[in-house]
Structure formats: C-alpha cells, structure tokens
C-alpha cells in the first residue's frame, strides 16, 4: 500500500510523518460529516533520509495491512458471536450480550497490549519534493 504525507519531525532512522486517512465517503465529507479530522501521524522507517518539510511517499506491507484489519475488525465480531452464543445457553439474553461486549472489551484491552507486535513497517520509499 502507498501513500503520501508530510515530513513533521525527524528521529535516529525514523520520521513522524503526517498523512491524511482515506474516507469511507469518498472524500465528499462536507455532505457526510463523518469523517471529522482526517490527518494522522505515523512513524515510518527513514531510509532515504528525508528532512522536516519533505513531502515523501510511504510504503507499507499490503499483507500486514489486511492481517491488521482482520484483527482490529473481523476478530472482535467473532468473539461476540462466539461469546453470545455459548453464553445464551447458560444466562437470560440480556446477560449474554453484556457478558459478550465484556468479553469484547477485554479483547480489546489484551490488544493493546501486544500493540507493538501488530505495528506496520512502513517507510519511506521516495522524496517528492522538499
């Protein structure tokens, strides 16, 4: 996957790089108003030793990008469903689904907590201009 951003502050072999995220809408987001602040920053591999200021192209690993996304999305989905569905067998379905979003919210606790294993290498690949 590419994609450009802005150079914000240089690190030893790292850069904080300011991106704008896609939209879901298709970049009509006057007319949606979901989309809020699009600009995020990311630090990325710096190897070809772009400066403050440097509008660079960042490359990263598709197939990292859509282990990362079946984990932060698809997995959570599966764990309700999973919990919910043990669960109604033993407890009132209210009780099923509070037990299932709990279950939920730890899973998302525990992967915050092995975040740096799920972290994206990506890097600088080319200079834009400066």
Known sequence: METYGLVKQVNDGTAVVKV?????????????????????LTVVKNPMGA???DVVRITS???????????L????????ITVYLVSSRYLEPMFSIC????????FYFVLKKCEK????DSEITDIIHN
Not at 73 to 78: D, G, H, S
Not at 99 to 106: A, E, I, Q, T, Y
């Open 20 to 40: 704008v995220r896609e939209s879901s809408c298709g970049g009509n987001c006057a007319a949606c108003n979901a989309c809020g602040n699009r600009e995020i």
């Open 51 to 53: 400066k403050c200021g």
């Open 61 to 71: 690993c598709s197939r990292q990008v859509l282990k990362s996304a079946f984990i």
């Open 73 to 80: 999305y698809f997995l959570p989905i599966l764990v309700f």
């Open 99 to 106: 037990f299932s979003v709990v279950l939920v919210g730890f």
């Open 117 to 120: 294993k799920l972290i994206i």
